[in-house]
DNA sequence: ATGGTATTTCAAAGATACTTCAAAATCTAG
DNA sequence: CTAGATTTTGAAGTATCTTTGAAATACCAT
């Protein structure tokens, strides 16, 4: 898988720095911007997955730059006194805030739930077109909604929580057990195929893909 | 419009403040709660439209609570909850979750669609042409009225709170236990079938769907 | 290429859950 | 206490889901 790039805006050179050694060695691709005019052209030409703002900049202050980012989740890096307002930079684009000093896995955990590719709106995930509520039960494919079994539910269920993540039949068992205590290989197999015919039948799109000898997993 | 009333119950009183003050800043008054013990008495007594929980309380934890919570939409906001405590939490009352740390915009937009599910008017709900009044025990159908039994009212009451969620037998059955101790599964069925019958009665839909292996839900 | 292994597909049998129905038991109002 | 309404129960019938196994196909290594 391609690596995500993460572009680093903060004019503190040593906070920069620090983030990006940690960002890299974490998997990241990264890119850096020092003050908000910079950031403003630096955005369009890195195209990064997601931003770590300083409110502080020279130039054009985080604050102003923020509603100019569209489309990219921004994750605001600060100190505790300049996010006094937090409210109102969640509601002008941020999607999340840390306050310096900040803890380093708490930062990687925030940035790992907003780079997801899949979408979550409490109890519904969304992949790719396909729609998942566990409230309702309800399942739909580019807003076609589909009917499925509780096993083939469960499995689909199982698999867009990690889409493009390899689940070994065995996990899979595992996963849904509950429902379906003594079902063996040769039934996953079954449910498995019906699940692809019913995702199948909206747009011709073959979403669950088998590994040989591995498994399967829900692929873009 | 009178504005809605959305209770806190969480005893971080950092992340309640920070709740408080993003709902207050979208046009909804609160309340706040910050043990389980709290919280039951002030429910009572704020009567809200929407319930923010924690699950990490101290005294009466969140789980306990809420079942005790009844004919308000709860949706819990908590640091971790696995696949199986979603599926409990879910079938036990909740009609969604967040998790920590959560997405602002993500919180608001769940907490707008629990809030227009149904129309409430004081003791009365209104949903795709059904409107139960609590105060006077009277449904009507596209304003037919309907004469139901106690029972059916209250499993049709029940699946009104939340229309298009799943309710299990199990949890029905719990809710409606006050009425009717020693209800069986097969009188369940017995009386979804006449709730059935009556609600088609005026214009041959269908309102209640089973979800096979899992429950009944009131469709839309 | 060829053999061995894993996967896909298919159909049918088996298991399970739901709906309907009628009768018995219980409750309630007068 | 009685009549009517409500609730419970169980059984028959129906619909749906799950499992199974065998045949066909696809994949991998030698």
New interface residues.
Partial sequence: MQKKTIMIIDDDVYIGDMLQELLEKNGYATARAYSGTEALYAVQNARPDLILLDLMLPGLSGEDLLPKIQNIPVIIVSAKVDIEG???L??SGA??YVTKPFDIK?LL??IK??LRDNV????KIEFDGISVD?????VSVNNTPIKL??TEFAIL?TLI?NPNKVFSKDSIMT?IE??TPDCEESSLRTHIANLRTKLKAVNNKDYIQAIWGIGYKLKS
């Fill in positions: 937090k409210v109102n969640l509601l999607v999340d708490e955990a925030r739930i907003h979550r709106h409490g109890d566990l409230s309702t039960y309800g079994t509780k269920y929580q996963q509950d429902l």
